[in-house]
């Protein structure tokens, strides 16, 4: 089992940016992949970024291409997703999640076998 650690968010006027880091425990970490979702009030948990286990392969949802950068550094053990011209529809909750392989075939939650605590991300307008 993998142990989770989010850290990072805040509050943020629009327009601007936050990094949030993801601390990792347990397995080997550069053998599964590693992504973000994000949950705002009243919705479902929905996928933001991911990237494999070694970094070659990453996948963003479409409202944060360009925006949004999910990164890793195997030999820290941690996942970054920096967030740029931040809007106030990015405001939930956002999740760091382990997958169960390396190089899934998708990135939905259905592959995903740990979860984080979760951190708050707000956005102001």
């Known amino acids: 089992q993998v142990q989770l650690v989010e850290s990072g968010g805040g509050l943020v006027q629009a327009g601007g940016s936050l990094r949030l880091s993801c601390a990792a425990s347990?397995?080997?970490?550069?053998?599964?992949?590693m992504g973000w979702f994000r949950q705002a009030p009243g919705t479902e948990r929905e996928f933001v970024a991911a990237?494999?286990?070694?970094?070659?392969?990453?996948a963003y949802e479409e409202s944060v291409k360009g925006r949004f950068t999910i990164s890793r550094e195997n030999a820290k053990k941690t996942v970054y997703l920096q967030m740029n011209s931040l809007k106030p529809e990015d405001t939930a909750v956002y999740y760091c999640a382990a997958y169960m392989v390396g190089d899934p075939s998708n990135w939905g939650t259905t592959s995903v076998s740990s979860w984080g605590q979760g951190t708050q991300v707000t956005v102001s307008s």
């Open positions: 347990g397995r080997t970490f550069s053998r599964y992949a």
């Open positions: 990237i494999s286990g070694s970094g070659h392969t990453t």
